[in-house]
Each structure stands twice: as C-alpha cells, then as structure tokens.
T-cell receptor, first 115, second 112 residues
Framework: AQKVTQAQTEISVVEKEDVTLDCVYE???????LFWYKQPPSGELVFLIRRNSFDEQNEISGRYSWNFQKSTSSFNFTITASQVVDSAVYFCALSDGYNFNKFYFGSGTKLNVKP | DGGITQSPKYLFRKEGQNVTLSCEQNLNHDAMYWYRQDPGQGLRLIYYSQIVNDFQKGDIAEGYSVSREKKESFPLTVTSAQKNPTAFYLC???????????FGPGTRLTVL
C-alpha cells in the first residue's frame, strides 16, 4: 500500500538558516509521481514541484531544492537562507501508480521561521 | 484570472442537516477532486471526477455525495450520515490525472 511519512511534525529555525524537510514514501509501483505542496496560514495549497519515478535528478528553484533518492525512497526538500514568508505547513504527496487520480499525502511539516 | 473558487469560506450547520459546498474552476481542467483535512493531518480524498457526468469514490466517501453536471463545477454535499463532518474541505483540479493538482482556498465546515 502507498504511504507517505513526514516524521518532522514541526521545525523552528531562525531566518537565514537552511532547513531540510524529510519525506519518505512507500510504494510497490514502478511508475509514480511525487509532489511537494506549501500550505500557508490562509489554507490554500500551493504546488511547488512534481517528480516522476524515472527522473532522479535533483532540482533547484531559487532558494528551494529537492533531493530524490529511489534507493532510500526519499524526496527531501531543502530551503536555503530561509525567510519568514517560508513559514507554512509543507506536504509531500505520492500518486498511486495505477490510478494517478489518487494522491497520498503525508501529515505535513509545520515550518516556523523566526526573524 | 484563472483559478478555483470555493464558497462559502466558513460554514456552520446543525447536526442532522445536509449542506452543499461549492467548487468552481475556470482552468478548463477535466479532473476535479474533493479532499478533507483534519487538524494536524494530511489530506484525504473524498471523491474525484475525471470527466463530466462521471465520478468515483475516494478513500473516505461515506456520508458524502457529489455531482458533475458541468465541466467547471463539482459540488460536494455533506449529508447527515457523515458522523464527524467538522473539517476543512479542499477542492482541486488538474488538467490530466498525473499532473499537479491546483487547489481552491477551502471551506471550513463546523457542525454545531
């Protein structure tokens, strides 16, 4: 069965620190997609990145970077030089390999960035 | 502006009442979804629809119903059969199933 684990419930950092949010997934599918979403206090989820299971290249987008390692079933997210505006809940999600309509979300990591 | 709208933002209902949550999108997406979020938890899929006049149950469909009569609209009815309906409800859409889903601002439902 598919499962996403975000073991870090809450993380607090001081502005300008780097922070890594962990995501570990379980699936028996060979084709699947992984996602990261940000949920600010307003509640609306904001899409950050999508990765398919055949693309293990790391990705960098500004201060954000993602490390996908199939060998450890992990898809970790790093924010470099964190800012107060990064404060939010971050969710990792995994698509079902047979029914891509089904997403499995982790329980989220709340990131607090203090000035 | 293209996007997803949900109304109302806050909704209160008495026990035993059915209530309908609205979700409209103007992104021309075929697929639409309803999720439920409880405090400190991730999102759980209630129903989804890949095309007009077709919808499928998700993981927690009991006590909920949906319709998809128009491409842009996917309302969710929370029935009195839902034992614990107080939650944050999020609607989403995607152009194709394996693509990213775009979310609306959500409706917070409280049962009094």
């Amino acid at each position: 069965a598919q499962k996403v684990t975000q073991a870090q419930t809450e993380i607090s950092v001081v502005e300008k620190e780097d922070v890594t949010l962990d995501c570990v997934y379980e699936t028996r599918d060979t084709t699947y997609y992984l996602f990261w979403y940000k949920q600010p206090p307003s509640g609306e989820l904001v899409f950050l990145i999508r990765r398919n299971s055949f693309d293990e290249q790391n990705e960098i987008s500004g201060r954000y970077s993602w490390n996908f390692q199939k060998s450890t079933s992990s898809f970790n997210f790093t924010i470099t030089a964190s800012q107060v505006v990064d404060s939010a809940v971050y969710f990792c999600a995994l698509s079902d390999g047979y029914n891509f309509n089904k997403f499995y979300f982790g329980s989220g990591t709340k990131l607090n960035v203090k000035p | 502006d293209g996007g997803i709208t949900q109304s109302p933002k806050y909704l209160f209902r008495k026990e035993g009442q059915n209530v309908t949550l609205s979700c409209e999108q103007n992104l021309n997406h075929d697929a639409m979804y309803w999720y439920r979020q409880d405090p400190g938890q991730g999102l759980r899929l209630i129903y989804y629809s890949q095309i007009v006049n077709d919808f499928q149950k998700g993981d927690i469909a009991e006590g909920y119903s949906v319709s998809r009569e128009k491409k842009e609209s996917f309302p969710l009815t929370v029935t009195s059969a839902q034992k614990n309906p107080t939650a944050f409800y999020l609607c989403a859409s995607s152009i194709v199933p394996h693509n990213e889903q775009f979310f609306g601002p959500g409706t917070r439902l409280t049962v009094l």
